[in-house]
Nanobody
Framework: QVQLVESGGGLVQAGESLRLSCTAS????????MGWFRQAPGKEREFVAA????????DYVDSVKGRFTVSRDNAKNTVYLQMNNLKPEDTAVYYC????????????????WGQGTQVTVSS
């Protein structure tokens, strides 16, 4: 079992930045790809970013490319999502997820999910 706890969300104005953290317990995440997802009110959950086990490969949804950066510190069992130049359309609950493979692919499945952290961006 892996428990994932997200933190770092909050209310910011458009153009500002936030850094989300996802800390795992119960098992090391150092051998697994990790993902970030988000769900806005009334919308389906969508993929935001992912990173493979050693940080050597990352991927992003087009709408956040150039603004968001996913990274990880396996020694701290933590994954990060740096979000810059935030826009109102980034408002959502953000979730991290534990992949079932070391390597990220678009077909990666996720075995464990955090409870989410709210990000609200005002215009």
């Amino acid at each position: 079992q892996v428990q994932l706890v997200e933190s770092g969300g909050g209310l910011v104005q458009a153009g500002e930045s936030l850094r989300l953290s996802c800390t795992a317990s119960g098992r090391t995440i150092g051998s697994n790809a990790m993902g970030w997802f988000r769900q806005a009110p009334g919308k389906e959950r969508e993929f935001v970013a992912a990173i493979n086990w050693n940080g050597g490969r990352t991927d992003y949804v087009d709408s956040v490319k150039g603004r968001f950066t996913v990274s990880r510190d396996n020694a701290k069992n933590t994954v990060y999502l740096q979000m810059n130049n935030l826009k109102p359309e980034d408002t959502a609950v953000y979730y991290c997820a534990f992949g079932n493979s070391p390597f990220y692919t678009t077909s990666l499945t996720y075995d464990y999910w955090g409870q989410g952290t709210q990000v609200t961006v005002s215009s």
